[in-house]
C-alpha cells in the first residue's frame, strides 16, 4: 500500500472514481466560495443550516484517519480558509460549527476529507 504522506509530497493526488476530487478537478459543478491550489470550498447541495460549506483539499485523502504530523501546514491551510470565509459572509461574530465526520458511525458519506462549516444559526449539542 503506498504510504500517504509520500504521495502528498509527490504532489497533488487524485482518485478518478471520487465525487470531491472531480468537483475539485472543475468535472462537476459546484458553488465555489474559496478557490486556491491547496484547498477549495464550497456551498453544501443539501444545506442543513443557512450556511453550509464544505472545505476540502484538493488532493484525494479518505479521512482524518489518514492523517500524519505532516499534514500540519495542509491542514493549517484548510481551517484559515474556512475561518476566514466566516468572516466574508458575515457569520464569524455569532460564531459557527466545523464538523469532521470519519467513518460510519461518524457519518461519512463522502470518502474524500472535508470540514462542514455550519452557521448562521444557533447549534444544539450534542450532536445525534
Ligand atoms: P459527509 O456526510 O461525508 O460528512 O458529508 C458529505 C456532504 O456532501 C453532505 O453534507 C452532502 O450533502 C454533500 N454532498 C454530497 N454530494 C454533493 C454534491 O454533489 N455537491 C455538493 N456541493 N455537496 C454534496
Ligand atoms: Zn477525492
Known amino acids: 500500500m ?8 509527490a504532489g497533488p493526488n ?4 471520487c465525487l470531491f476530487c472531480r468537483i475539485a478537478a472543475g468535472e462537476l459543478p459546484a458553488t465555489k466560495v474559496h478557490d486556491d491550489e491547496v484547498v477549495i470550498g464550497i456551498r453544501d447541495i443539501a444545506p442543513r443550516a443557512p450556511t453550509h460549506v464544505l472545505f476540502m483539499p484538493r488532493t484525494h485523502i ?5 492523517l ?5 501546514p ?3 491551510r484548510l481551517f484559515a480558509a474556512a475561518a476566514e470565509f466566516a468572516r466574508s459572509e458575515g457569520i464569524a461574530t455569532h ?5 469532521l465526520n470519519v467513518g460510519t458511525w461518524g457519518g461519512q458519506t463522502v470518502d474524500h476529507l472535508h470540514v462542514h462549516l455550519l452557521g448562521g444559526r444557533s447549534m444544539a449539542w450534542p450532536p445525534g
Not at 460564531?95 to 464538523?99: A, D, K, P
Open 2 to 9: 503506498p504510504d500517504p504522506t509520500a504521495a502528498r509530497a
Open 14 to 17: 487524485r482518485d478518478p472514481g
Open 62 to 66: 479518505r479521512s482524518v484517519a489518514e
Open 68 to 72: 500524519t504530523e505532516a499534514d500540519g
Open 74 to 76: 495542509l491542514l493549517g
Open 95 to 99: 460564531g459557527y460549527r466545523l464538523v
